[in-house]
T-cell receptor
Framework: AQSVAQPEDQVNVAEGNPLTVKCTYSVSGNPYLFWYVQYPNRGLQFLLKYITGDNLVKGSYGFEAEFNKSQTSFHLKKPSALVSDSALYFCAVSSSSGTYKYIFGTGTRLKVLA | DAGVIQSPRHEVTEMGQEVTLRCKPISGHDYLFWYRQTMMRGLELLIYFNNNVPIDDSGMPEDRFSAKMPNASFSTLKIQPSEPRDSAVYFC??????????FGNGTRLTVT
């Protein structure tokens, strides 16, 4: 069965500092991994994805994520946080086996402090 | 591209009433997903369709919940009868193959 874990309910970081939001996953077959962001009263918006290829994936708004197969992790990173990055972040996984069922983690609230 | 369109945006109803949520996916997308978001349980997958056929409804909480996709441009999620614990934000999302999901803005359901 597929599963995704986001171990931190909330991450606080000072503006200008680097940020990391953690995600680990479990799937059968090759993983397809995604990060989404949610602002208040809105649907989720796609940030970046890993399907195959380079382990470091670059996405929207300066975000990037590193795929680590041995640790089954896909942590979201940004070198310099902005106050406007404050939002709810979700990691999601699908798989090459089966029928593209997308499972989401519980979400991590990122708070960037000015 | 108007995106995924959900209606209504807000629904307030009394316990025991029937509730129908609607979704229009992006044209050309062959997968459609229904999710429910609550503070306690996060984002739960309820059911998803491929080419209008339900693939996995194991996340549907009870027989009170049902979903249909009569054609490629429309899907409904129905709750009958509704209960206060069904209060949540319900999202519809669509995609093509393994591409990223496109989400609607959700329907906030309140059952009193």
């Amino acid at each position: 069965a597929q599963s995704v874990a986001q171990p931190e309910d909330q991450v606080n970081v000072a503006e200008g500092n680097p940020l990391t939001v953690k995600c680990t996953y479990s799937v059968s077959g090759n993983p397809y991994l995604f990060w989404y962001v949610q602002y208040p009263n809105r649907g989720l918006q796609f940030l970046l994805k890993y399907i195959t290829g380079d382990n470091l994936v670059k996405g929207s708004y300066g975000f990037e994520a590193e795929f680590n197969k041995s640790q089954t992790s896909f942590h979201l990173k940004k070198p310099s946080a902005l106050v406007s990055d404050s939002a709810l972040y979700f990691c999601a996984v699908s798989s090459s086996s089966g029928t593209y069922k997308y499972i989401f983690g519980t979400g991590t609230r990122l708070k960037v402090l000015a | 591209d108007a995106g995924v369109i959900q209606s209504p945006r807000h629904e307030v109803t009394e316990m025991g009433q029937e509730v129908t949520l609607r979704c229009k996916p992006i044209s050309g997308h062959d997968y459609l997903f229904w999710y429910r978001q609550t503070m306690m349980r996060g984002l739960e997958l309820l059911i998803y369709f491929n080419n209008n056929v339900p693939i996995d409804d194991s996340g549907m909480p009870e027989d009170r919940f049902s979903a249909k996709m009569p054609n490629a441009s429309f899907s409904t999620l129905k709750i009958q009868p509704s209960e206060p614990r069904d209060s949540a934000v319900y999202f519809c999302a669509s995609t093509y193959g393994v591409s990223p999901l496109h989400f609607g803005n959700g329907t906030r359901l309140t059952v009193t």
